[in-house]
T-cell receptor, first 113, second 119 residues
């Protein structure tokens, strides 16, 4: 199983809403990532989890809150987002943090009204 | 600083043509990794290949081939006999070497090349 799954596929939310994005992998990977991708741009790294601990936060605003409940799951909690946060949010995993290939999920297309 | 340049913003070809996507990288590391990803309109980033800096052998996988040349810091990707299903944005990416004191495995992406294959 070389699949990373993400739910939901699409999400529309208002600026006062609280929502969560979910990501799951069953490849035994110990590193998981959140990326944000705006239209016609490459993905930008947001967070890195290694062995269920947050190891990298790329100066992401606190309205984005990641959580790694176990080695297979990664959540991204959203609160008080802005319209400019509308983007494709991609989850990825890799066997280890260093030097291994990342496998990406299909993404959640988020629209903030 | 690490950087990946994909100078071709968009390429349009007719089905069955061969097409080469260029990728030029910059890094001060002697050990590093290079990747190609495909992103179809559905949005998912599909992993195509990973190459480490010590392995300059060219790679062929079906209609796909990759030419890695350290002398010119290039890692070009060729699709032979292109098909409509090859239409996508293709990203080249660079990753730093393992640093077990605190590696990030951060991928440095190029800006991508949009390939349109016309029937």
């Amino acid at each position: 199983d070389t699949e990373v799954t993400q739910t939901p596929k699409h999400l529309v939310m208002g600026m006062t809403n609280k929502k969560s994005l979910k990501c799951e992998q069953h490849m035994g990977h110990r590193a998981m990532y959140w990326y944000k991708q705006k239209a016609k741009k490459p993905p930008e790294l947001m967070f890195v989890y290694s062995y269920e601990k947050l190891s990298i936060n790329e100066s992401v605003p606190s309205r984005f809150s990641p959580e790694c409940p176990n080695s297979s799951l990664l959540n991204l909690h959203l609160h008080a987002l802005q319209p400019e946060d509308s983007a494709l949010y991609l989850c990825a995993s890799s066997q280890e943090v260093a030097g291994t290939s990342k496998f990406f999920g299909p993404g959640t297309r988020l629209t903030v009204l | 600083a690490q950087k990946v340049t994909q100078a071709q913003t968009e390429i349009s070809v007719v089905e069955k043509e061969d097409v080469t996507l260029d990728c030029v990288y910059e890094t001060r590391d002697t050990t590093y990794y290079l990747f190609w990803y495909k992103q179809p309109p559905s949005g998912e980033l599909v992993f195509l290949i990973r190459r480490n800096s010590f392995d300059e052998q060219n790679e062929i996988s079906g209609r796909y081939s990759w030419n890695f040349q350290k002398s010119t810091s290039s890692f070009n990707f060729t699709i032979t006999a292109s098909q409509v299903v090859d239409s996508a944005v293709y990203f080249c990416a660079l990753s730093e070497a393992p640093n077990y004191g605190g590696a990030t495995n951060k991928l440095i992406f190029g800006t991508g090349t949009l390939l349109a294959v016309q029937p």
